[in-house]
């Protein structure tokens, strides 16, 4: 590498550092990232990515030696669009607001110069960022609605379980398990009624279902090739999920569920010669997956409102992942070779066991993203603050009691709140809303609670350059 490509790795964490301190601090403070700075900063950019340009073209020329070849500017091209579109989804899908759209896509052109050659991983480095932006503000939100819920509720169970001893709480254990095994039976048996009552539903339901998990079935067969991590796939296939739920709500579950088909019809005619015993069986995890996240989120309503039976169904999916089957059935077969029906049970395929092992870890994955759904939003929901109308400001979001509120006045809701933004209020929606609270006599206007994204997407990228990686690899 030349002694000017230096430089310019050099200036870009220059840049790179200030514009954290910078922009993280105000997002901080205001919730907003202001245009005036990304274009600032962006301003910067241009003119390293000039420099290396003019480097790359007086090379071509043979000027010069040490410049960057058009091979890298191709990789280059590939992963600022999937950067791009990765960032143009979230917006659509109101999952990031769009200052964190657009700063997320400014440094994208920010890490390039960070790491001089680097690889793009044939442009998916920009999920590499995701995973790294997205798995440390998933855990903080975690933890922060653990500790939120174990003050608000479950420190009073604990208390209550302390009290019990281990001998009561071994009977309370086993009758509050068949309480719920009670309830859950109750429960099915009242779908099951439904759906009979309604068998359109059931099929709608049930297609839906079917082709949405055939659909990130073939995606993650498609994924094979280029991530081999387990988990890695696992957060692609919750991230589908989400999206697919959002998507749903969006468009309605019959125009939603035509899409799918015509997705999967694409991908199929594409590659038709399918290793249909390999895809079988990534459909089976996805669909483990998704129904053990319906589950989690069954299971964190039924913690959260007191009924601590359920508390030990999780268990049923995460002691069997747990097991080693395969070692466990060496040893059987080198100690007790001929135990009479134990014998049937070393014949089983060592393969067979493994499977069992791996959909246990699918089932407790995703309990787990159920529970953090449930967990998260009730700490969204009930740690809000309120101020007086003459407090609102425009990057403020309401909390859900106060848009309830709004949307009850549909003349007004239409007016000035036809859309709700991820980023918080517009200066005409704060505007509004102190007249409309003056006219309906509202001294407090509850808010949501927020974090500033901006510094995750920062330690996104930082952590993606320092560990030439995703997270998830040094972990796991």
Known sequence: MSLLLKAVQIYAWGLFAVAWVQMGYVDWKEQKIRNLYLLRWLRFVAAAYAVVLAQSALGGLG???????????????????????????FWGLRIWPAGDVKLFCLLALFYPLM????????????LE????????????????AIGYLWRTRFSHQNQFFQNLGVKRFVVFAFDKGAEAAGLLKTEMAASGRYYREH?????????????MMSVMA?????????????????????????????FCLAIGKGRALALIFVLFAVLLIRNPHLDWRVLGTVFGHISIFSLCIFFGIQVAFKLVAGQTGFMFLPLL???????????????????????GGLSRWTRIPAGALSELSTLSVWAALGTFFGLSLVFVRIWDAESYQSVSPEQVLPYMTLGPAMVALIQDDEEFCEEHFSTFYADGLTPDQATALKDWCAFQGLDQVPLAPTISFANWIFFGYILTVLINGHVLSVVY
């Not at 790491?115 to 920009?126: A, D, E, M, V, W």
């Not at 498609?222 to 959002?246: E, G, H």
């Open 218 to 246: 073939m995606i993650s067969y498609y994924l094979n090739s280029v991530i081999t991590s387990n988990v890695v796939k696992t957060l692609v296939c919750f991230a589908l999920f989400f999206a697919w739920s959002r």
């Open 129 to 144: 960022v995701l995973i790294n932006i997205f798995v440390p503000a998933a855990a903080f939100l975690f933890v922060t």
């Open 115 to 126: 790491k001089i050659p680097g690889s793009f991983h044939s442009g998916l480095r920009f």
């Open 63 to 89: 000027i010069g030696t040490g410049f960057l070849i058009r091979g890298y500017y191709y990789e280059l091209g590939r992963y600022l669009a999937f950067s791009g579109l990765a960032a143009y989804a």
């Open 199 to 211: 068998p359109g539903e059931l099929a709608l339901d049930a297609g839906a279902w079917l082709a």
């Open 317 to 339: 999916f995460i002691l069997p992942g747990l097991i080693p089957w395969a070692t466990l059935q060496r040893l059987l077969v080198s100690v007790l070779p001929d135990a």
